[in-house]
């Protein structure tokens, strides 16, 4: 079962930055495509990002021209890089594996990280 830990999340101000890093356990790593998920209170998860292993990348509208996902397979790191945060932002990021870029998430959640844009 592979699992997943996020980090990099914090409090950061409207227009800031954050680099969340995720790190998965397991040797499938390099075979599946990788996304970063975010729910919002209230919210129902949605997908932000996902790359494939071999660097076919695909962006929510939403995040297009701010964020960039990158992936270092050796490491079994999967990072998303966060520019000119809003506070619409805000939510607890995830990420998991996917058999495609559209698709949703097939592993176990793990804990994810919280992103608070705020003045």
């Known amino acids: 079962q592979v699992q997943f830990v996020e980090s990099g999340g914090g409090l950061v101000q409207p227009g800031g930055s954050l680099k969340l890093s995720c790190v998965a356990s397991?040797?499938?790593?390099?075979?599946?495509?990788m996304g970063w998920f975010r729910q919002a209170p209230g919210k129902q998860r949605e997908l932000v990002a996902s790359?494939?292993?071999?660097?076919?990348?695909n962006y929510a509208d939403f995040v297009k021209g701010r964020f960039t996902i990158s992936r270092d397979n050796a490491k079994n790191t999967v990072y998303l890089q966060m520019n000119s945060l809003n506070a619409e932002d805000t939510a607890v990021y995830y990420c998991?594996?996917?058999?495609?870029?559209?698709?949703?998430?097939?592993?176990?959640w793990g804990q994810g990280t919280q992103v608070t844009v705020s003045a």
């Open positions: 397991g040797s499938i790593f390099s075979i599946y495509a």
């Open positions: 998991n594996i996917q058999r495609s870029l559209f698709a949703a998430g097939l592993g176990s």
């Open positions: 790359i494939t292993s071999g660097g076919s990348i």
